[in-house]
């Protein structure tokens, strides 16, 4: 990934990545953005998507939708 720094180096949580021209666009219908994840979350995240026969950014996409719909409140 892009925005990830080289092994030891530190950063604080919630320190934001910058993007660089031509990492992000938008479209009417989807964003693309880069997404830094810690290794293991990553390979998890990949494992499952290739099980699904899947890419790693629909299987974000629907967990992020379910994720959403269980914090909506009852209505």
Same mark, same amino acid.
């Given at each position: ?7 030891? =180096? ?9 993007? #660089?021209?031509? !990492? +992000? ?5 989807? $964003?693309?953005? =880069? ?9 998890? #995240?990949?494992? !499952? +998507? ?5 890419? $790693? ?16 409140? +009852?209505?």
């Amino acid at each position: 990934m892009s925005g990830c720094r080289s092994p030891g =180096t530190p950063r604080q949580n919630g320190e934001s990545v910058s993007e #660089l021209p031509g !990492e +992000a666009w938008e479209g009417d219908d989807c $964003v693309r953005r =880069t997404v830094v994840l810690p290794v293991g979350l990553a390979e998890r #995240l990949a494992a !499952e +998507a290739q099980r699904r026969g899947q890419s $790693v950014s629909d299987l974000l996409a629907e967990y992020a939708e379910q994720g959403l719909r269980r914090g909506e409140p +009852a209505g």
